[in-house]
């Protein structure tokens, strides 16, 4: 039986569940892996604070040489969150040849390359499974059991307080804010939940997964960004009708070599497995060359699916512990960004127009000097002196609407209130 020695960084939801399943599932280990882990060690930054009695009996402190300058402890896991703190735990953990398991996508989005290489230096392991999607095993299953596969498109609902907010707004036909006052109370959202309904949590694990499955390190400001917050009761409708989805998607598509990235609202149609993830559920689909579309799916958050996220690297990094080389890939491709005229897709946008004779005429125009042609187009009711008018192109790159929307902008008459995507798949790009 080996005996790993393990210091947790963290006594919150994560660390807890985390706790409880390695005390619950210690024999259960022992007879299945042959591994016996000891809890030596917990660090918290606030040793006042009440404790629940069951973790009466652990060594707790708040001082991180504790675990950090114990030569005994292997294993170190970060579950604090944030970026700096979180930074000089894992890096002097790694420095002092310890392995290190982290839940913080914040961190690795933007340093994960740097402490991966680091790990790799001192041949220790790093892992981060619960950092995107919390309790689905995705970066796991795509560099074990889709290593042979050529990965052409990943799209994730990555980002379960969005999701809710989408669903709430659509099963009750209520407004976003009442919708985020829901997800508030039920602990879904914070108070400031602009990380969330701004796409800025998606794109940290959308950075994740690109890097993971594309070997490409990503910068934030490489991914088209778009959140939820002007989203209506008005779209749902059409939306609904028109037999979509909106879902907020964390998409990375690979079309001849050039990678896209985005985190946006975006049409999903009814019959797509994306279009039935409801609430704050997650799932990632992935689009392999051989291996058709899976689709990863379960809670992306919580105490339990996410701290179980953690028990499985604890798992898998005993079983690689003797050969430090498998650890750490550092798989690096050739890929380079998608620019305006790789992007390509079907939009849905919405128009507030004058209401008043030639305004559909001029707006058509508009679009003819680009090429771009309508599959669908909506006029409803006047209200007041304006219209709401919805169209629905067919597949067109940036570069031929960016010119389009610059007139837009100039003209009287016409505004556009907001555009998304159409879920595209990569064969469809390459036919468009
Ligand atoms: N919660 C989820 O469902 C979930 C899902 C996926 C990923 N994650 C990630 O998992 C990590 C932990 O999340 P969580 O929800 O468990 O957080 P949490 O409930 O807020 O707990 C944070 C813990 O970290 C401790 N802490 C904060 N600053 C510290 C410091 N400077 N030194 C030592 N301890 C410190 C806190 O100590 P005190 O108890 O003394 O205040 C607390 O116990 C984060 O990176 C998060 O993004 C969470």
Do not use: C, W
């Not at 040489?65 to 402890?73: C, L, N, R, T, V």
């Amino acid at each position: 039986m080996k005996n790993y020695r393990i210091g947790i960084f963290g006594l919150g939801t994560v660390a807890s569940g985390l706790i409880k399943i390695l005390k619950k599932e210690k024999i259960n280990y022992q007879n299945r892996f042959n591994v016996n882990f000891e809890l030596s060690q917990v660090v918290v930054h606030d040793l006042q604070k009440k404790r629940a009695p069951e973790f009466d009996g652990l060594n707790i402190s708040d001082d991180p040489a504790k675990i950090i300058e114990d030569p005994a402890i292997d294993i170190v896991i970060e579950l604090i969150g944030g970026k700096t703190v979180a930074k000089n735990i894992i890096e002097e953990s790694l420095q002092t040849g310890k392995h290190v398991i982290t839940a913080n996508k914040d961190l690795i989005a933007s340093e994960g390359r740097k402490l991966s290489r680091l790990a790799k230096e001192k041949h220790v392991g790093l892992f981060y499974e619960a950092a995107v999607a919390g309790g689905i095993p995705i970066l796991r299953s795509l560099s074990n059991s889709l290593a042979s596969d050529e990965i052409e498109q990943i799209n994730g609902i990555v980002n379960g307080t969005s999701n809710f907010i989408l669903s709430q707004m659509r099963q009750n036909k209520i407004s976003y804010a009442a919708a985020l006052k829901t997800a508030q109370e039920k602990g879904f959202a914070e108070a400031d939940p602009s990380n969330d309904v701004d796409g800025i949590d998606a794109a940290y694990k959308l950075q994740i997964l690109a890097d993971f499955t594309f070997g490409k390190q990503i910068n934030q400001r490489d991914i088209q960004m778009g959140g939820i917050r002007t989203i209506t009761q008005a779209d749902l409708q059409d939306v609904t009708d028109l037999g979509y989805e909106i879902k907020l998607l964390a998409s990375a598509t690979v079309i001849s070599n050039k990678l896209e990235l985005s985190v946006a609202p975006t049409l999903v149609p009814k019959g797509h497995p994306l279009a039935s993830v409801q609430n704050e559920n997650n799932a990632v689909f992935v689009n392999g060359r051989y291996s058709g579309g899976l689709m990863f799916y379960g809670p992306g958050a919580g105490e339990f699916p996410t701290a179980n996220s953690v028990a499985a690297d604890l798992i898998e990094l005993t079983k690689k512990i003797d050969q430090p080389e498998s650890f750490n890939t550092n798989f690096s491709s050739d890929l380079t960004l998608a620019k305006p005229k790789d992007r390509i897709a079907s939009r849905y946008i919405v128009f507030n127009v004058a209401n008043r004779p030639g305004v559909m005429h001029k707006l058509s125009a508009f679009f003819l000097m680009s090429d771009i042609n309508f599959r669908n187009i909506r006029q409803y009711d006047p209200v007041g002196d304006n219209t709401r008018v919805v169209i629905i192109t067919y597949p067109a790159s940036d570069a031929q609407l960016n010119p389009v929307k610059t007139t837009i902008r100039k003209a009287r008459g016409v505004e556009i209130i907001h555009e998304f995507k159409l879920l595209i798949e990569p064969k469809e790009v390459t036919n468009a």
